[in-house]
């Protein structure tokens, strides 16, 4: 139990596209999901905190208009990277939760941007 | 503030007993959490500890807590080749938050 899955596992583009990455809670209910980014050799950091139905939390230095999170039903969260930048470049995670107690993470999802 | 320290780096042989430090600064979280990632992959939720506990075991695994320094520990038993990854702690300030530490990368020599 407790599977969450994230879509695509990778991505390459250009700088100036955008980039959408899915997170799925399979087999439960997810009233929060959280987005993470992961530097190579470091520790995960909080990007934002979504609940099901309303705005994203971001946490402080991220641009909420940079990455656009939508939380649209209690088993799909999504991450949107708008006009990528090769700084952005990373790997994005997310994980879920049915309560405050236990998150579970996501696979992640490495990008690339050229 | 919110704050997780750990080592960065263990190095053990297998067979051998691992110790992972942690010290963190929110005495009010609720859970501390530990987990493993693998190369290129996720987070897996290896063990948690309710932070009124002391001490918990699950199988190779047990978690010390002492609350009153704010340190954690994480014994794998028996530690074998597959336990090589990067070890988190993590606590829980608020908000379902967790904030980790920068991770304890074990290696293990056969």
């Known amino acids: 139990g407790a599977v969450v899955s994230q879509h695509p596992s990778w991505v390459i583009c250009k700088s100036g596209t955008s980039v959408k990455i899915e997170c799925r809670s399979l087999?439960?209910?997810?009233?929060?999901m959280f987005w993470y980014r992961q530097f190579p050799k470091q520790s995960l950091m909080l990007m934002a905190t979504?609940?099901?139905?309303?705005?994203?939390?971001?946490e402080q230095g991220v641009e909420k208009d940079k990455f656009l999170i939508n939380h649209a039903s209690l088993t799909l969260s999504t991450l949107t990277v708008t006009s990528a930048h090769p700084e952005d470049s990373s790997f994005y995670i997310c994980?879920?939760?049915?309560?405050?107690?236990?998150?579970?993470f996501g696979p992640g999802t490495r990008l690339l941007v050229l | 503030g919110e704050d997780v320290e750990q080592s960065l780096f263990l190095s053990v042989r297998e067979g051998d007993s691992s110790v992972i430090n942690c010290t963190y600064t929110d005495s009010s979280s609720t859970y501390l959490y530990w987990y493993k990632q693998e190369p290129g992959a996720g987070l897996q939720l290896l063990t948690y500890?309710?932070?009124?506990?002391d001490m918990k075991q699950d199988q190779r695994l047990t978690v010390l807590l002492n609350k009153k320094d704010k340190h954690l520990s994480l014994r794998i038993a028996d530690t074998q080749t597959g336990d090589s990854a990067i070890y988190f702690c993590a606590e829980t300030p608020e908000g379902g938050k967790l904030i980790f530490g920068q991770g304890t990368e074990l290696s293990v020599k056969p």
């Open positions: 500890i309710f932070s009124n506990m």
């Open positions: 087999d439960f209910q997810a009233t929060t």
């Open positions: 979504s609940n099901e139905g309303s705005k994203a939390t971001y």
């Open positions: 994980s879920a939760t049915t309560s405050r107690e236990t998150q579970y």
